[in-house]
């Protein structure tokens, strides 16, 4: 199977743009998280979707959302960028997102705000 | 969630057996991960453990896991260059509508020959 892919790898914007990052989880997989990792906060949950809809958020500004269509694959969206936004953005997926799941990493796709 | 800590480096000579060590924060966690990240690229999934379990041996991976003082280890026997990386510990945090993991900060592994 292949695994979980991310586009594009590398993004560079200027703040106050905005960003939409792509990720597509491995063949039948319906759970896919996002994660920002920061050298300073390290790993953080942003948010999972599952059959389309948001089961679960993190703690993260209003300017984070995300999307999932009906073929599993997901969007996150960060609008007015920031300069501390800038980190390697990394999703998730796993069969049903559940407690006995484990969870896949993509590549990530790496933000840089100027 | 909380913290989840690790200590942040450790460097060993090849040959040598590495012990990582992670302590974390929720009781009720189902799995305990191990994940290692090589530069530039994502998360690769090391080995996990159940939580009613003590040990898990996985080739040259050991875990070992102390509920009660939530301690969690990783052990790398024989230890390469190549496995020179960034170790992640994570617990699953349970919320009402679903789970996400919760990570330490890393520690860094530096293999040297």
């Known amino acids: 199977k292949a695994g979980v892919t991310q586009t594009p790898r590398y993004l560079i914007k200027t703040r106050g743009q905005q960003v939409t990052l792509s990720c597509s989880p491995i063949?039948?997989?319906?759970?896919v998280s996002w994660y920002q990792q920061t050298p300073g906060q390290g790993l953080q949950f942003l948010f999972e979707y599952f059959s389309e809809t948001q089961r679960n958020k993190g703690n993260f500004p209003g300017r984070f959302s995300g999307r999932q269509f009906s073929n599993s694959r997901s969007e996150m969206n960060v609008s007015t960028l920031e300069l501390g936004d800038s980190a390697l953005y990394l999703c998730?997926?796993?069969?049903?997102?559940?407690?006995?799941?484990?969870?896949?990493f993509g590549p990530g796709t790496r933000l840089t705000v100027l | 969630g909380e913290d989840v800590e690790q200590s942040l480096f450790l460097s060993v000579r090849e040959g040598d057996s590495s012990v990582i060590n992670c302590t974390y924060t929720d009781s009720s966690s189902t799995y305990l991960y191990w994940y290692k990240q090589e530069p530039g690229a994502g998360l690769q999934l090391l080995t996990y453990i159940f939580s009613n379990m003590d040990m898990k041996q996985d080739q040259r991976l050991t875990v070992l896991l102390n509920k009660k003082d939530k301690h969690l280890s990783l052990r790398i026997a024989d230890t390469q260059t190549g496995d020179s990386a960034i170790y992640f510990c994570a617990e699953s945090w349970n919320s009402n509508s679903g789970y996400a993991l919760n990570f330490g900060k890393g520690t860094s592994l530096l293999v040297t020959p």
């Open positions: 063949s039948g997989h319906r759970s």
């Open positions: 998730a997926s796993s069969p049903t997102g559940g407690s006995t799941d484990t969870q896949y």
